[in-house]
Nanobody
Framework: QVQLVESGGGLVQAGGSLRLSCAAS????????MGWFRQAPGKEREFVGS????????LYVDSVKGRFTISRDNAKNTVYLQMNDLKPEDTADYYC????????????????WGQGTQVTVSS
C-alpha cells in the first residue's frame, strides 16, 4: 500500500548537519505513522523517532533528543529527518518506516520499509 525511498545520506564531519528525506507513494500516506530507524555495523536496528499522521506528535530516542527533528509534508508525501550536531556514533544506515498505527520501538512491528541511506560522521 505504500512504498518508501530514502535519500539525503552522505559523509559529514562531526557537528555538521544532514537532512534525510523519505518519499512515499501509495494511497492514504497522510494517515500513516512514520518512523526512522538506524542500524550500525554489528548492532541491531534501533528506533530513532516517529511522527503521527498530522505531524503534531513526535517521539525520539534519548540519544538524539534536541539534535534530530522529524517532520512531514503530507502534500508532498514526504517525511524528513533533520539531523544537527551529528556525532560519530550517529554513523549508520538510516531507514524510514511506515505503519497504519503507532506500534512502538520494535522494528519488527513496522509494516513498510525503505531501502536505507548511509550516514557517515567523521571525527
Amino acid at each position: 500500500q505504500v512504498q518508501l525511498v530514502e535519500s539525503g545520506g552522505g559523509l559529514v564531519q562531526a557537528g555538521g548537519s544532514l537532512r534525510l528525506s523519505c518519499a512515499a507513494s501509495g494511497r492514504t500516506f497522510s494517515r500513516y505513522v512514520m518512523g526512522w530507524f538506524r542500524q550500525a555495523p554489528g548492532k541491531e536496528r534501533e528506533f530513532v523517532g516517529s511522527i503521527n499522521w498530522s505531524g503534531s506528535n513526535t517521539l525520539y530516542v534519548d540519544s538524539v533528543k534536541g539534535r534530530f527533528t522529524i517532520s512531514r509534508d503530507n502534500a508532498k508525501n514526504t517525511v524528513y529527518l533533520q539531523m544537527n550536531d551529528l556525532k560519530p556514533e550517529d554513523t549508520a544506515d538510516y531507514y524510514c518506516a511506515a505503519d497504519g498505527d503507532y506500534v512502538g520501538y520494535d522494528p519488527s512491528y513496522w509494516d513498510y520499509w525503505g531501502q536505507g541511506t548511509q550516514v557517515t560522521v567523521s571525527s
